[in-house]
């Protein structure tokens, strides 16, 4: 069964470095999400992105974040200075008619 | 802001009960989502239910969409230990492009 792939599992940066989280959406899904999970803590929007441009964001998708479709594959979320409190479960999620498959997920940590 | 709660945040059972976990909103949505996470793990899809009053059974799992659309239940049929897990509701609105998710529901069947 297709599924959402993220890479890598497991990021450990320092802080004020810039972190690139990359995922494979399913192929023939058109909306594309990054989500994050803070421990304990509920799942949090931050970015979705339709034909090639962002189509929502959440307050926490700041001038520190970015999504880029590279290819006709791949989407990436860029952290460009990350700070502590960015550590968390990064889920990637792709969706068609309404049904919305999540990754993975890479765990971020920032130290 | 729209906001999903779950009851109840917690929930511990013996193996052969029945439960009910409750998803409650005063907002109405296009389509509600329900998953399953396990720890370290992304959330799994369960099931998506778009019209009010829907009933969707997916083995022992019942779920149920409510008239409003504003609501949505999970009843789980003689529990069983490999149910344990963090249960979560998500919610789509028409003319948004995310998915809100619910403050979760941990269960643990215990055998």
């Known amino acids: 069964e297709p599924e959402v792939t993220q890479t890598p599992s497991h990021q450990v940066t320092q802080m004020g470095q810039e972190v690139i989280l990359r995922c494979v959406p399913i192929?023939?899904?058109?909306?594309f999400y990054w989500y994050r999970q803070i421990l304990g803590q509920k799942v949090e929007f931050l970015v979705s992105?339709?034909?090639?441009?962002?189509?929502?964001k959440s307050e926490i998708f700041d001038d520190q974040f970015s999504v880029e479709r590279p290819d006709g594959s791949n989407f990436t979320l860029k952290i460009r200075s990350t700070k502590l409190e960015d550590s968390a479960m990064y889920f990637c999620?792709?969706?068609?008619?309404?049904?919305?498959?999540f990754g993975q997920g890479t765990r971020l940590t920032v130290v | 802001t729209q906001l999903l709660e779950q009851s109840p945040q917690f929930l511990s059972i013996q193996e052969g009960e029945n439960l009910t976990v409750y998803c409650n909103s005063s907002?109405?949505?296009?389509?509600l989502q329900w998953y399953r996470q396990e720890p370290g793990e992304g959330p799994v899809l369960l099931v998506t239910?778009?019209?009010?009053?829907e009933v969707k059974k997916l083995k022992r799992l019942t779920f149920q969409f409510g008239d409003a659309r504003k609501d949505s239940s999970l009843h789980i049929t003689a529990a069983q230990p490999g149910d344990t897990g963090l249960y979560l509701c998500?919610?789509?609105?028409?003319?948004?492009?995310?998915?809100?998710f619910g403050t979760g529901t941990r269960l643990k069947v215990l055998a």
């Open positions: 999620a792709s969706s068609v008619g309404g049904r919305a498959f």
């Open positions: 192929s023939n899904h058109l909306y």
């Open positions: 992105f339709y034909n090639n441009e962002i189509s929502e």
């Open positions: 907002s109405v949505f296009s389509s």
């Open positions: 239910v778009v019209t009010g009053g």
């Open positions: 998500a919610g789509g609105s028409a003319g948004t492009y995310k998915y809100i």
